[in-house]
């Protein structure tokens, strides 16, 4: 029977919040240190395409996710104007819908509610302060004071890891990619009914995405310096600026950005760590090990994939001084491929939207292409 391990998960996002209702489920012992000071969720709305929702329904959350969102099956392309060029449909993982559009606030509660009702305590405003692992257990002091010791420590504190850092020094910083994010939450069209891609010859797209009844958001990428920062009382009109070009269901959206506030702007980084995922008794995941573009709508997904999987990887502990770095070792093993696969294409996708040059390896890649990348990452990990 596998013993009852102590876990301290680093980060209280979506990677980390599912893995403590997967561990806690399991009976382990719980703690998440979260640096902010409560559940606010940055950024705007989520995609979580079928194998993420399989995961949500794995830990128990799959019918509160698809209450708190918006569940579509159908890829919708459009050109520039806005004619439709095809709907697609989306593939499933199971029987889990093809995908669902969430704000990201009402992610974090539900899987904040989640992991506090399996027995998970979350530690709000603090992070950690020392680490010492001996061998057989991590020595851990947090910066409100809490100390504790540790079976394993694991780190989905996100793209700018602090736990990374910790392990591995400035080795693997985040590498920005030349673009950004510009995304925005609207009012939902009644023509959205899934996602609504407009793309073309202007070496840019801009999507349409629902994420409840009444929202949804517009996004779009672009090249930009990298120290570029949109100006606070004109954000609106640089992105219209920007998307000028698109007419049809984007033009009309366009025009209801009015607030230069409630643009959301945010460069697009990778981080690629070569080296093992764990040190000892401390191991990264999510985007603080793989981060990723999000062009596949993947991002999310491989964290919560990383978290199931690692949970499942831990069931075989029965001795936790000694099975903790081979459950790392099959994790990893199992996760690694399918994560860098899913950065490679990603990043392919976007030089190819863009006009940027690709790499023959990248050429490779973009065979698959999106629908066949949809197709793969409905089979199991």
Known sequence: MTSSLRVLIHGGGIGGLTLATALARRGHRVDVAELRDGLEALGVGIIQPSNALHVMREIGVLDACLAAGFAWE???ICDPAGATLAKIPQPRMGDAPSSNGIPRPALAEVLSAAATAAGATLRFGTTIADLTDD???VDVALTDGHRDRY?????????????????YGEAYRPEYTGFANWRVTLPRSPEVQGVVMSTGNLRAKALLTPITDDLMYLGSVFAEPEDFR???EHAHEQLAERLAGFGGPVAEALALVTDPAAVVYSRISQVSVEEPWHVGRVVLAGDAAHASTPHLAQGAAMAVEDALVLAQSLDAVEDPAGDVAAALAAWEERRRPRAMWVQALSRAVLKQ???TPTTPEEDELLKVGIPGAAHVLVQPY
């Open 74 to 76: 159908v890829l919708t």
């Open 135 to 137: 061998g057989e257990g």
């Open 151 to 167: 079976d394993l420590v694991v780190g989905f504190d996100g793209i700018g890891s602090p736990l990374r850092r910790r392990l």
């Open 230 to 232: 949109p100006d606070p």
């Open 353 to 355: 939207e863009t006009g």
